[in-house]
């Protein structure tokens, strides 16, 4: 028996280290990092169709871990994309540091599979894929529906389809966006109830080696194929007002939101970006192209990591005539900022106090959320200049204003670069932060001070 399991191994063949049965075709299509846009509209290879097999079956990891980091495995047929090339939350991967591990798609029943194709996208090695599909009926006596690593699934009742590995000795050239497209010019790869993707990590020299996969597309005959008009939209993108960058925002997870994130959140962030940017200019620096936002139900109000923003839907709706809007405008700060790259060494009540100064100040000084008007509600100004957020904000347009009209631009730059020292503020003001903390919490506290009843002024 041994024998003959050989032989068929050895009938397949090789086209750039792919390999298929006899009769199977690969198919890459790949993009590289500056062509990748959502959406895997990729050479060669299909689009992920909305409707397919792929969107009814189960799937369950056989072997190995998910990487908590990422969306878990009912992204991989979800239909859902990633909006950039770097959205954990969108992909689904193996955990960091372990070799991969294996996935079984459960069709529900025995189907006519015509073309098995799969996508990833990841700016570095986590872009390529490496895995051997295998495929079953589920009805052999030896069948074993949950191989382990180390058990050769050939010998317990799977089949095995292709071997595919779209990884490059050229270095360089991985990451970007990949679709596989496994099919049978012929007809049909064949009639299976069950895949199995034996997933392998494309490097090992470090952690992170394992395939951000985004979606797995089954095409058999016998689906009956739900109708694509029926799938409310439920990401979009659009341009901001200088046409330099792309807003993703993603509602999958809080649909209640979809309008009001497309009709009045999306043209606030398109015109008001290119504004952050001007503000944030640095030596050199060209703010990002892409970013993406996403609502969902969650703990706290937002964060922003690299050009990834998440936000709380459910506190987003509870403030759609409050906070909704500008706590998002506070998020793009973050985007334009990037300043996350130099070890956390960055003060991070700048990193807020910047983001509410530009957000309170430039957007909607209207709302007076950090000015004189809001201060006085404060039941207690402690007058601590790095207290963060919007009395850091108080605090650098007051230094802005009597001081260097230019001081958030220039400790921002100096964030970004990696360059920021305390000495910045003497530099740029003649006084330390310190120094300035004390005048302008003395000037602030004689403002809050209770008027006394006096004459009007002649
Ligand atoms: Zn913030």
């Known amino acids: 028996m041994k024998t003959q399991k050989y032989i068929l191994v050895a009938g397949l063949f090789a086209v750039v280290g792919l390999m298929a049965r006899a009769g199977v075709t690969i198919t890459v299509g790949h993009l590289g990092n500056d062509d990748a846009r959502p959406g895997f509209k990729l050479p060669n290879v299909p689009p992920p169709a909305p409707a397919n097999a792929a969107r009814n079956a189960k799937v369950a990891i056989v072997d190995g871990d998910s990487d908590p980091a990422g969306g878990g495995v009912d992204r991989l047929t979800d239909g859902q994309l990633p909006g950039q090339a770097d959205d954990p939350e969108q992909n689904f991967f193996f955990n960091a540091g372990s070799p991969g591990g294996r996935l079984r ?30 495929a079953s009926t589920g009805t052999g006596t030896d069948f074993n529906i949950a191989p382990q690593m180390g058990t050769d699934p050939a010998m317990c ?3 095995l389809v292709a071997r595919v590995d779209t990884t490059s000795p050229n270095a360089s050239e991985n990451g970007g966006q990949y679709g596989v497209s496994i099919a049978d010019p012929d007809g049909a790869l064949g ?9 392998s990590r494309t490097e090992q020299l470090d952690g992170f080696g394992n395939t951000f996969y985004s979606e797995i597309n089954v095409i058999a005959s016998g689906t009956p194929a739900a109708p694509a008009a029926m799938e409310p939209p439920t990401q979009f993108t659009v341009k901001t007002a200088d046409g330099k960058c792309d807003i993703t925002i993603n509602t999958a997870a809080a649909p209640e939101l979809q309008a009001w994130a497309h009709d009045r959140l ?14 944030l200019p640095s030596a050199g620096f060209t703010a990002p192209d892409h970013f993406s936002i996403t609502l969902k139900p969650m703990g706290g109000v937002a964060y922003t990591s690299g050009n990834r923003v998440v936000a709380n839907s459910v506190w987003l709706k509870s403030e759609l005539k409050g906070e909704a809007i500008g706590s998002l405008v506070h998020e793009a700060v973050h985007v334009v900022q990037q300043v996350g790259g130099h070890g956390g060494e960055n003060p991070g009540w700048i990193i807020e106090g910047t983001a509410d100064y530009i957000r309170w100040f430039k957007y909607e000084p209207q709302s007076h959320g950090a000015d004189l008007v809001w201060l006085r509600r404060l039941r207690h100004f402690s007058g ?14 007051w230094v802005s204003e009597k001081y260097d009209p230019n001081i958030v631009t220039q400790l921002n730059a100096a964030m970004r670069e990696g360059t920021y020292d305390a000495s910045l503020w003497s530099h740029f003001t003649g006084k330390t932060a310190p120094e300035l903390g004390a005048e302008w919490k003395a000037d602030i506290e004689a403002q809050l001070a209770p008027t006394k009843a006096s004459a009007p002024e002649k």
């Not at 798609?105 to 872009?127: A, K």
């Not at 606030?268 to 001007?278: F, G, M, S, T």
């Not at 601590?384 to 347009?397: K, M, P, Q, V």
Request: glycine share 6%; hydrophobic share 40%.
């Open 105 to 134: 798609l459960d069709l529900g029943n025995i189907q006519t599979v015509r073309q098995v194709n799969t996508y990833s996208w990841h700016p570095g090695m986590r872009g390529p894929q490496v895995y051997d599909l295998y």
């Open 384 to 397: 601590h200049y790095d207290d963060s957020y919007r009395i850091t904000a108080n605090f650098l347009n």
């Open 191 to 199: 009639k299976f109830r069950y895949l199995l993707f034996d997933v």
């Open 157 to 159: 009742g799977w089949r």
């Open 266 to 279: 999306a043209p606030v962030l398109a015109e008001q970006y290119p504004k952050i940017v001007a503000i």
